[in-house]
């Protein structure tokens, strides 16, 4: 778990003073528990904590919690059914599994569980709306000096 903080000097022109310091947490691999606590210490740490901002940070936790363990469940149950497929050509295409036929039936398994058919793999990168602009505008004015030289 890594945390990075990042600290800003806020400076008053009025009095020539730093008012305050202030800290950013990036909390790219905190746990959903360590962000929990997190968020539950810094209401608590307000000047009125209230007890029904503490209850909705829990409820959106355990939905999360819910939301994760659906996801997973219906991810086994997709495989549990993949398994029972390769078992069933086993068994149509040599008859009733053997000590001899063991080995078909792995490979199949196998082969139906390195399919993917079930998650969708993107072919593309998701570029964010800036870094789209700022290459295109590169683009630009790459052609514009291109076209300027000529």
Do not use: C, W
């Amino acid at each position: 778990m890594r945390i990075f903080i990042v600290k800003y000097l806020v400076y008053s022109k009025i009095n020539n003073t730093f008012v305050k310091e202030i800290k950013m947490k990036f909390d790219i691999l905190k746990t959903r528990r360590g962000k929990l606590s997190d968020k539950i210490k810094n209401e608590l740490e307000t000047k009125n904590p209230k007890l029904d901002n503490i209850l909705n940070i829990i409820d959106v936790y355990e939905k999360n919690n819910l939301e994760s363990i659906d996801k997973l469940r219906k991810e086994k149950l997709y495989e549990t059914k993949r398994i029972s497929g390769a078992l069933k050509q086993t068994i149509n295409a040599h008859g009733p599994i053997t000590a001899l036929l063991i080995g078909s039936a792995t490979k199949r398994i196998h082969g139906s569980l390195l399919s993917n058919g079930f998650k969708e793999h993107n072919s593309y990168v998701k570029i964010d709306k800036a870094t789209f602009f700022l290459g295109l505008s590169l683009v630009f004015i790459a052609m514009l000096f291109i076209f300027l030289i000529k």
